[in-house]
């Protein structure tokens, strides 16, 4: 199987935590979206990453679909098969998603080179937080003194929050949030050791 992405995409580092906890091999094939000539526009019309490619040549998107795809294969199950913990799981990856989302917007808006500095809108990146701080918040009340995010076992709801936290601290920086989330940032610390996600995880700029 062929996994389109970008390496620092939490999207694509979500995937690939999965495949890693379920000993899926995939062949990544990296590439840039914004690239018009980028392979991924045949493949997903919304040309984003990550694509993945199976071995009959279907293409399968986004990263929530493809997680599941790959979860129905043999190995460790990372979305429970009973409904309503099930829905629990996917509620979680979704606010991590959508956590995901705005930062994203933040990102882009900082270093899309369709904008030129002066039209660049702090009040929009700012609204973008917003939803970050909220998604934070509520992530915060719900780890508790949890070791995982539902149940007793590592789940796509675990692998998803990493993701987009550890996302943050790479490219937003200077949008801080551990002081507001203490045990947040507790649990952020003591998972990231897991092999899954400390394997994938995207590589720091050089002091």
Not at 34 to 55: E, F, G, H, I, W
Not at 80 to 104: H, N, Q, S, W, Y
Not at 131 to 142: N, S, T
Not at 152 to 159: H, I, N, P, Q, R
């Amino acid at each position: 199987m062929k996994l389109f992405c970008s390496l620092p995409s939490p999207f694509a580092r979500k995937v690939r935590a999965l495949a890693a906890e379920k000993n899926i091999a995939l062949e990544l094939i990296e590439v840039d979206v914004l690239d018009p000539a980028s392979p991924v526009a045949a493949l997903n019309p919304l040309r984003k990453v990550p694509c993945l490619v199976d071995d009959a040549g279907e293409a399968w998107f986004d990263s929530a679909v493809i997680c599941e795809w790959l979860d129905a294969h043999p190995g460790p199950r990372l979305l429970p098969d009973e409904f309503a913990a099930r829905m629990r799981v996917k509620r979680i990856e979704a606010l991590a998603d959508g956590l995901l989302d705005a930062a994203v917007l933040i990102r882009l808006e900082n270093v899309w080179n369709g904008r030129t500095p002066e039209q660049r809108s702090a009040a929009w990146m700012d609204w973008q937080w917003l939803k970050v701080e909220g998604a934070i918040d509520e992530l915060e009340r719900h780890i508790g003194r949890r070791r995982f995010f539902e149940g007793e076992a590592l789940t796509l709801a675990d692998l998803s929050v990493a993701c987009a936290l550890d996302w943050i601290d790479f490219r937003l920086p200077n949008r801080p949030w551990r002081d507001k989330a203490p045990a947040l940032a507790a649990w952020l610390a003591d998972v990231s050791s897991t092999p899954s996600l400390a394997s994938t995880a995207p590589a720091q700029p050089k002091a």
